[in-house]
């Protein structure tokens, strides 16, 4: 299950997915670390692939330091950011060592005093340290602190986006004369579970029953057990419809597989990421095809056709002619999962554009505190990778609205989510 976990965050950034932490930003002390009156440092601590894939792990999502260095570089030659140049420190991290993040971000926070991180797949260090993040992801399950910087991400975090997916899955008819079960695949899916339960209230949904797995971290044969019993408890009360909560996405099909269950009622996924990472180990389709999932964020071949996107891939191109970036394919199968080099162009392109947006609206007075309420007051914003304008708030420093629904597909042994978002 620990590899299932490395691969479902590998999977997560190589599609654009990401988690949210955010906080309270009243709190937050201005800030003119990494800002001059010419340049601005960020940090880029991006995924070492070569490490995951040393260790079994087959991904080659693309250069993401070609990307963001020939960004950077045609950024600083059309002005930067209202008139400061961007100076980059870009560190490759090996997920799969514990303490690797925590070592960057002590290099990029105060070695390199670095004024924001763009996608730090744990931000928690750089927020604790007032320095505001990008898209950082990782933070899910974690408390942030008020007075924290904020992380600013196109993802919002399960209190927010499972509401809004259970209402399409509501719509869609998938909880009509149901009796159902949730189920929370971890101890640390409580908050999520009880966040469900909320939301299929108010949506009148016949919940009879919740279990959560609360075998040990990394005990497999425990956590089968325990899905054993908890799958037998929902059968012996009449469940026909599960939703599968957090961790559980991935507990759950998984449990099932294990142990061959012959109960296997129709059932919803509310986190896709954990589900692709039981998708890329041995997966038995019987378990999976019934089942329904979401993601809020626009798949790569749609994205990738944008003009926006394109002009960044080009620009990427024209700097590093031997990179290879081949586009999304029109059928996504298991293995073309496995090779995404559009992903790093995709990502930078996102990436560097969100920062740009909200460091201008802050100004030429830019500090964390500026650059918050920048990011907060964003409205009606169109950033590449994005088909629809997004917008933040008052102490919402994550987008909400768009729901693309994705249904297990048989013949690739993959998720094929919709082109369109299904939430109105």
């Not at 927010?160 to 509501?170: E, H, I, R, T, W």
């Not at 719509?171 to 971890?186: E, N, R, S």
């Not at 590449?384 to 987008?399: E, H, K």
């Amino acid at each position: 299950m620990a590899k299932r976990a490395l691969v479902a965050a590998a999977v997560v950034l190589t599609t654009v997915l990401a988690s949210l932490g955010t906080g309270p930003l009243a709190g937050a002390a201005a800030t003119t670390q990494g800002v001059t009156a010419s340049t601005i440092r960020i940090g880029i601590p991006y995924v070492d692939f070569a490490a995951v894939r040393a260790i079994g792990v087959n991904l080659n999502p693309g250069n993401y330091a070609d990307a963001y260095q020939a960004l950077i570089a045609n950024m600083n030659a059309h002005g930067g950011v209202d008139g400061r140049h961007i100076v980059a420190y870009l560190d490759a991290v090996n997920p799969a060592e514990v303490a690797a993040a925590d070592t960057s971000c002590t290099q990029l926070t105060m070695d390199d005093k670095i004024f924001v991180a763009i996608a730090p797949l744990m931000p928690d260090c750089y927020l604790a340290d007032n320095v505001p993040t990008i898209n950082g992801s990782g933070l899910e399950q974690k408390t942030v602190s008020p007075g924290w910087a904020p992380n600013f991400t196109l993802t919002p975090p399960s209190s927010a986006y499972d509401p809004l997916q259970l209402s399409v899955y509501s719509k869609l008819g998938v909880f009509k004369g149901k009796k159902v079960g949730v189920f929370g695949g971890d101890t640390t899916d409580k908050s999520e579970v009880a966040v469900v339960e909320a939301a299929l209230s108010k949506l009148h949904v016949d919940v009879i029953q919740s279990a959560i797995d609360a075998a040990p971290e990394g005990d497999d044969p425990a956590a089968y057990a325990q899905v054993a019993v908890i799958s037998s408890r929902f059968q012996s009360t009449g469940v026909n419809e599960v939703v599968a909560v957090g961790d559980g996405s991935a507990t759950w099909p998984d449990g099932l597989n294990a142990n061959q269950s012959s109960y296997n009622p129709p059932w919803v996924a509310t986190n896709s990421a954990d589900l692709n990472g039981y998708l890329e180990g041995v997966n038995n389709p019987t378990y999976v095809k019934n089942m329904v999932t979401s993601t809020p964020l626009a798949q790569p071949l749609g994205v990738w056709a944008e003009s926006s996107v394109q002009k960044c891939v080009q620009i990427i191109r024209k700097a590093y002619p031997s990179d290879v970036i081949t586009a999304p394919p029109k059928i996504v199968t298991a293995k073309s999962l496995q090779v995404t080099t559009y992903a790093a162009p995709i990502t930078a392109c996102e990436n560097l554009a969100f920062f740009k947006t909200i460091a201008d609206r802050a100004g030429r007075n830019l500090t964390e505190s500026s650059f918050a309420r920048a990011g907060e007051n964003l409205r009606n914003v169109l950033l590449p990778g994005v088909p629809s304008a997004v917008s933040f708030g008052a102490g919402r420093t994550y987008a909400l609205g768009a729901v693309y629904v994705g249904r297990y597909n048989l013949a690739t042994k993959t998720i094929k989510f919709a082109a369109t978002s299904s939430a109105k």
